[in-house]
């Protein structure tokens, strides 16, 4: 049989500074002398591993006895991994064939040569490590400068030209007729008895469509509901991913409601659990969000109660349910059906079999109830003077609204400066522990006035609560379920209901 030299030449990217492949084989073909040779080539193949389709044909071919001589460019062209080469020159000595780099002399039959290959297979893998490592520092830190980075425009955007910081890039722009559906499942979901399947079958039974062609899903809801690209990210959002861990890139006073974020899987995280947050990177982007940040997170922390629980949303036997409470044990009353008839009724969860709770101490019908608590509402809402059925924001709500943000950011920064002056605490002099406690002194009354503010201002915003659902309460019947539970928890904390006893905590 007649023997060939295998002429190998790989690759990996093709650049003004590397080498191509038919110049290495130029090179290979001036050391076989004249004689017979094979070539094989690996055109964007990495070194880092032997998955490469011209490589493997070599090796199948030194296995049929045809080669006798492997010739390179240069080492770093056939392996830059110590245990890939290793196994392959095992596995040239076992067929007897001669290994040369028409660049780098070596001699494969003396041991001398052998410990020369491998000390430059050890800075052949060394090198692509760096590289490696060099291409994900620089990666992560184009991230942090809001750099688009490539991958899956998310639904809802397209992508439009910029320039940030005099490098041209690109970023999302909104697209009206995707964020419109956005807003609807955003909007769906936050109400607390909507299950993702719920959505899904609404806009399939409605005919809406998505507009790139694809079929909704609960898989595909779920991944938009937790993408915060979509949200307009204040102090909020801010405390939010500050609160489950995550590594946040901008300061807080650059969370003014404005901007969208990105966020990165990080440096440090190895996890793949969706749900945390922990050392993942939060990054403000340069496009504008188009979700509330009360919405948004209302979604999110949805998603995360319920992949912490089994209980993932309130039933819809009743817009009662999760309000009505046991006054006995304090459990939640749960809705039952009647074997033989279509009556529903509340029942103690921690009584009969679930517990030794006696419940409620009387037969509770859900429809009675609903009934009761709607009369209710209405009164309660009567002893309100002043009742509007629509209110649009004004001026000085918004402005109103702005200095709440700016409270809260300086609130948050506060908080920062006394958790970053305790922790230089120990180790100090009492020079510099009298200095931190007088510091820290002024930074907590501050932190008092604001929080006093906003509390007050709080309660302001609530008692204007009754002229936006008052018009809900005078069109019940036309209402959603959804809708209906919405205004009950806007309007009550929890029913206690026992021994015939009803008791309502009103939040207005």
């Not at 009934?371 to 009742?387: D, G, H, Q, T, W």
């Amino acid at each position: 049989m007649q023997m060939y030299d295998a002429l190998y030449a790989r690759q990996s990217v093709e650049k003004k500074d590397s080498i191509s492949v038919e110049s290495q084989l130029e090179y290979c073909r001036y050391e076989t002398r004249g004689e017979a040779f094979i070539e094989y080539t690996d055109k964007g193949f990495s070194g880092k591993n032997t998955n490469r389709p011209g490589f493997e044909n070599m090796i199948n071919d030194i296995r049929a006895g045809k080669i006798r001589r492997v010739i390179v460019y240069k080492l770093d062209r056939i392996s830059r991994s110590i245990l890939d080469f290793a196994n392959m020159m095992e596995l040239f000595q076992k067929y007897r064939v001669e290994f040369v780099s028409s660049t780098e002399k070596f001699d494969t039959s003396t041991p001398i040569g052998r410990a020369m290959l491998n000390i430059c297979i050890v800075f052949a893998q060394l090198e692509r490590e760096t590289i490696q490592k060099r291409v994900t520092d620089t990666y992560y830190a184009r991230c942090k400068r809001g750099f688009y980075m490539g991958g899956r425009v998310p639904y809802g955007y397209r992508l439009t030209n910029t320039v940030i910081d005099n490098i041209r890039t690109s970023m999302y722009t909104e697209v009206p007729a995707e964020s419109e559906q956005l807003k609807l499942i955003y909007s769906m979901y936050a109400d607390s008895g909507t299950s993702l399947g719920d959505i899904v079958r609404y806009l399939n039974g409605h005919q809406i469509k998505n507009l790139r062609g694809a079929d909704w899903n609960t898989a595909r809801i779920s991944e938009m509901l937790r993408n915060p690209v979509y949200v307009k990210a204040d102090i909020d959002v801010y405390r939010f991913f500050q609160n489950q861990g995550a590594v946040i890139c901008n300061p807080v006073c650059d969370f003014t409601g404005d901007n969208a974020c990105y966020l990165y899987k990080g440096t440090v995280s190895a996890t793949r659990k969706q749900c945390d947050l922990s050392e993942k990177e939060l990054v403000l982007a340069p496009h504008k969000g188009f979700i509330s940040s009360q919405t948004w997170l209302a979604c999110r922390q949805k998603s995360l109660n319920n992949r912490q629980s089994t209980k993932t949303c309130k039933p819809k036997n009743s817009w009662l349910s999760g309000k009505v409470k046991c006054g006995r044990c304090g459990y939640a009353l749960t809705i039952r059906r009647a074997k033989t008839k279509w009556e529903r009724y509340f029942i103690c969860s921690r009584s009969g079999t679930h517990g030794n709770c006696k419940g409620a101490g009387c037969t509770v019908y859900a429809d009675v109830l609903e009934e009761y608590i709607l009369n209710a509402v209405s009164k309660r809402l009567s002893e309100f003077p002043v009742l509007q059925e629509n209110i649009s924001p004004s001026i000085s709500d918004m402005a109103n609204a702005q200095t709440n943000m700016t409270k809260k950011i300086r609130l948050t920064q506060i908080e920062e400066e006394i958790e970053e002056l305790l922790s230089k605490v120990s180790g100090a002099g009492s020079i510099l522990i009298k200095y931190i406690d007088e510091k820290v002194s002024e930074l907590d009354a501050q932190r008092k006035f604001l929080q006093q503010e906003l509390v007050t201002e709080g309660s302001a915003d609530t008692k204007q609560k009754p002229a936006q659902i008052t018009g809900h309460v005078k069109t019940w019947e036309t209402l959603s379920f959804e809708d209906r539970q919405a205004v009950v928890d806007i309007l009550i904390k929890v029913i206690r209901i026992a021994d015939g006893n009803l008791e309502i905590t009103w939040n207005l």
